[in-house]
Nanobody, 115 residues
Framework: QVQLAESGGGLAQAGGSLRLACAVSGRTRSSEIMGWFRHAPGKEREFVAAIAWSGGGANYADFVKGRFTISRDMARAMVYLQMNSLKPEDTAVYYC????????WGQGTQVTVSS
């Protein structure tokens, strides 16, 4: 069983930055893929970024490449999403995830970007 708890959401202006954090507890394997997804009103939940718990390269959705950075700190059992150059269309509830759609999810944190 894995528990995930997001924090760091809030209100930002277009062009601003926010840093999301995800506290990971429970049993995780080094091969696990840690990810961030988002769900905006009227849209389906979509992939944002992912990184292996053991490190290595990260994957990003095209719409965040060059703006968002995912990272993880195994010693602190944390996963982060640094979001720069925010746009109003980034407004959504952001979820931390382990193991893909059929894996574990956090409760989500709201990110609102004003124009």
């Amino acid at each position: 069983q894995v528990q995930l708890a997001e924090s760091g959401g809030g209100l930002a202006q277009a062009g601003g930055s926010l840093r999301l954090a995800c506290a990971v507890s429970g049993r995780t394997r080094s091969s696990e893929i840690m990810g961030w997804f988002r769900h905006a009103p009227g849209k389906e939940r979509e992939f944002v970024a992912a990184i292996a718990w053991s490190g290595g390269g990260a994957n990003y959705a095209d719409f965040v490449k060059g703006r968002f950075t995912i990272s993880r700190d195994m010693a602190r059992a944390m996963v982060y999403l640094q979001m720069n150059s925010l746009k109003p269309e980034d407004t959504a509830v952001y979820y931390c995830n382990v193991g893909g759609f059929k894996g574990y999810w956090g409760q989500g944190t709201q990110v609102t970007v004003s124009s």
